[in-house]
T-cell receptor, first 114, second 113 residues
Framework: KQEVTQIPAALSVPEGENLVLNCSFT??????LQWFRQDPGKGLTSLLL?????REQTSGRLNASLDKSSGRSTLYIAASQPGDSATYLC?????????????FGTGTRLKVLA | DAGVIQSPRHEVTEMGQEVTLRCKPI?????LFWYRQTMMRGLELLIY????????DSGMPEDRFSAKMPNASFSTLKIQPSEPRDSAVYFC???????????FGSGTRLTVV
């Protein structure tokens, strides 16, 4: 059974710091991995999607890497801003019954202090 | 497109009552997912549909939960009878081909007292 773990559960940093969020999964037979952002009281917004054949994806100040063999992904946020404060979730896709679905981690709650 | 639309945004009900949550997926998406989010268990997949047909309902916690998708533009998640432990945020998501354009609604916050 695929399990997705995110460490740390919560993180508080001063504005301007570079930070790394970690995601690990137990079954390396994934189709892709996606990082989402969730603001309080809101739904999830997709940030970055990495296909299983890729090593990393970048979007602005965000960079996500994937190491399938070790079952790990990291989300790197450069020059953090108070607006980055949110919960970040990673999700891995697996194939089941001929279709695909995502299994989510429990998230990292990030607070960037001004 | 207005995105995935869920209603109501908030629902407070008494234990034992029937609760119906609604979802309108993005037009053209062929997959629809229902998730439940709690502090203790995180985001859990309850059930998903492909072309209006339920594919995997193994995440549905009990027989009190049921979901339908009568057409491509509407789905419901029903809880009957509701219990306090059902209190959570319920999300609906839709996608194309299972993983493309995975989009979440804003969720329904359910409180059962």
């Amino acid at each position: 059974k695929q399990e997705v773990t995110q460490i740390p559960a919560a993180l508080s940093v001063p504005e301007g710091e570079n930070l790394v969020l970690n995601c690990s999964f137990t079954d390396s037979a994934i189709y892709n991995l996606q990082w989402f952002r969730q603001d309080p009281g809101k739904g999830l917004t997709s940030l970055l999607l990495i296909q299983s054949s890729q090593r990393e994806q970048t979007s602005g100040r965000l960079n996500a890497s994937l190491d399938k063999s070790s079952g790990r992904s990291t989300l790197y946020i450069a020059a953090s801003q108070p607006g980055d404060s949110a919960t970040y979730l990673c999700a891995v896709s697996l194939r089941t019954s001929g279709t695909y679905k995502y299994i989510f981690g429990t998230g990292t709650r990030l607070k960037v202090l001004a | 497109d207005a995105g995935v639309i869920q209603s109501p945004r908030h629902e407070v009900t008494e234990m034992g009552q029937e609760v119906t949550l609604r979802c309108k997926p993005i037009s053209g998406h062929d997959y629809l997912f229902w998730y439940r989010q709690t502090m203790m268990r995180g985001l859990e997949l309850l059930i998903y549909f492909n072309n209006n047909v339920p594919i995997d309902d193994s995440g549905m916690p009990e027989d009190r939960f049921s979901a339908k998708m009568p057409n491509a533009s509407f789905s419901t998640l029903k809880i009957q009878p509701s219990e306090p432990r059902d209190s959570a945020v319920y999300f609906c998501a839709s996608s194309l081909g299972g993983l493309i354009g995975y989009t979440f609604g804003s969720g329904t916050r359910l409180t059962v007292v």
